[in-house]
């Protein structure tokens, strides 16, 4: 089914490492928090406060300007219980919503298969990324992946001779017809044929793209001009999804976190003024997260794997402000050294799916959890 351009979209940005959320949110006035980050701790000549409580560091300068305009929402304490501490089993746990279990289906790919049931649209998920993420994956739903820049994206870019190219095409179209009876070699084939159609449709989207806005020239800029791109063209596309990282910072977190969130914000804030001079902003919602946050007291030169982070949704239609309760610091409060999560990430899905996508959310997110009332 194609969609008109107003249709809601989503965008995911995975912070992919474990994202420390002191140093990302900074409780400023907390003593606790200068007694456990003596080596990467945040001196206050170099924050921007948000409020009373909490700052945010320079580097992510870009974030206040949206704060301050009231489309930025703060997710305090997000995780769930018993948090394995471990990126891809945390990860998983994200991308299925299946903490008990290992789960089968990623929970946008269930989106896409409700949006979309007879695959009307082979570009109704775009993915920018070098693999296939685990929340996109459910089998028989097609998702278009751009490992690249979009305008290199597709199958053999570089054989322009017409009729060479469309005879190797068709050698991969024979070569990816479904085998009957077989389960793997099924989905393999009708994932090559979905890629063979998705590549031809995404290639117009840099030839209809006009702006005047410069990303910046990073990887998080390139993946998120991509998407403007894709959204712009106005080919149905309703879930985007990129990453960035790795946030894994163990050791030398100064200055790398720093320079994480500098080419991610900045990325953010061309992204948003891109939409918003297209009048295509009010339909599109950012979402942001990290599998996990850091330790609370920090080794020396950087932190370990935590439990409880932080996340952020922005938009056009986000009614900006925290949500949820941040985590005591009080080593009494803190679970193996970490900070206790507060809000269940499914809590932040249902929202999004009930308020933003207008749909059911316990069959996606395997059951019914609070929604904190961030969307308008």
Known sequence: MAATQKDPVLVVLQLTGGNDYLNTVIPYNNGLYKDNRRAVGIPESQIIALDKDYAIPNYMAPLQKIWDEGKLAVMHGVGYLDSPRSHFRSMDIWHTCEAEKVGTEGWLGRVAREIDPKKENVVTTVSFGP????????????????????????????????????????????????????????????????????????????????????????????????????????LGSRIFYCDHGSFDTHAGQNPLHGSLWTAVTEALDAFMTDLRQHDQADNVTVLMFSEFGRRVRDNGSGTDHGAAGVTFVLGDKVKGGHYGEYPSLKAEHLVQGDLSPSMDFRSIYSTILDKWMHMNPAPIVNGTYEQPAFLN
């Open 131 to 234: 693999s296939l993420f685990r929340a996109l994956a459910v089998p028989g739903v097609p998702v278009a992946c751009v490992a690249g820049p979009l305008e290199r994206y597709g199958f053999l870019p570089n054989i322009q001779e017409p009729t060479q190219r469309q005879e190797i095409l068709q050698r991969f179209s024979r070569m990816y017809q479904p085998i009957a009876g077989s389960g793997v070699m099924e989905y393999m084939g009708t994932t090559g044929l979905d890629s063979l159609k998705g590549a031809d449709i995404l290639k117009v989207a840099p030839q209809k793209y006009s702006s005047t806005v410069e990303y910046p020239n990073t990887t998080i800029g390139n993946k998120l001009k991509g998407i403007a791109q894709v959204h712009l063209a106005g």
